[in-house]
């Protein structure tokens, strides 16, 4: 039997460490992806016919809504995202869809609408600021901006009403 030396045994370990450290290393680059909201069927969404179906059968269909419009009882969303993340960055979404289902006052089916990733915003605020559309204006701007606007005629002040 052969014997191996002390040194090829050394350099066989460092050589064995060197590759678990890297494959550790490059384990955490790996990319994360994520699915979040409704798993939709493709087969079931396109099943959804207006003048068809009602709320009903769109609910044993599709299941119950993500969430059923604020202002508006009869449309009912579907919501699903997927997402991409490298590591220990945000995640980014890489697919969207939303899916909205509007009803009639009987609960019948109008509308069926889907929208995808093209309608998403990405907001990246600054600090503590959140960019906005409109003027930039300054402090004094600000404090002072309304002088000789109060009831002036066409602001809707009661100096320059009609009838006064």
Not at 95 to 106: G, S, W
Not at 141 to 149: K, M, P, Q, V
Request: hydrophobic share 35%; glycine share 14%.
């Amino acid at each position: 039997m052969k014997h191996r030396s002390s040194k090829s045994l050394s350099s066989t370990l460092k050589t064995a460490c060197l590759l678990a450290g890297c494959a550790v290393v490059l384990s955490g680059c790996t990319q994360i992806r994520g699915h979040q909201g409704y798993i939709a069927d493709q087969i079931l969404v396109s099943a959804i016919q207006p003048g068809v179906d009602n709320k009903r059968s769109v609910e044993d269909t599709l299941g119950r809504p993500t969430f059923v419009g604020q202002f508006d009882k009869n449309q009912w969303y579907y919501v699903a995202r997927d997402t991409r993340q490298l590591a220990f960055a945000r995640p980014k979404p890489s697919a969207q869809t939303v899916l909205r289902i509007e009803f009639d006052d009987r609960g019948n089916v109008v509308g069926v609408n889907k929208t995808g990733v093209e309608l998403a915003v990405n907001l990246s605020p600054e600090g503590d600021k959140t960019p906005t559309l409109g003027r930039e204006r300054g402090f004094f701007e600000d404090l002072f901006g309304n002088i000789g606007t109060v009831g002036a005629p066409g602001t809707g002040g009661g100096a320059g009403a009609p009838g006064r």
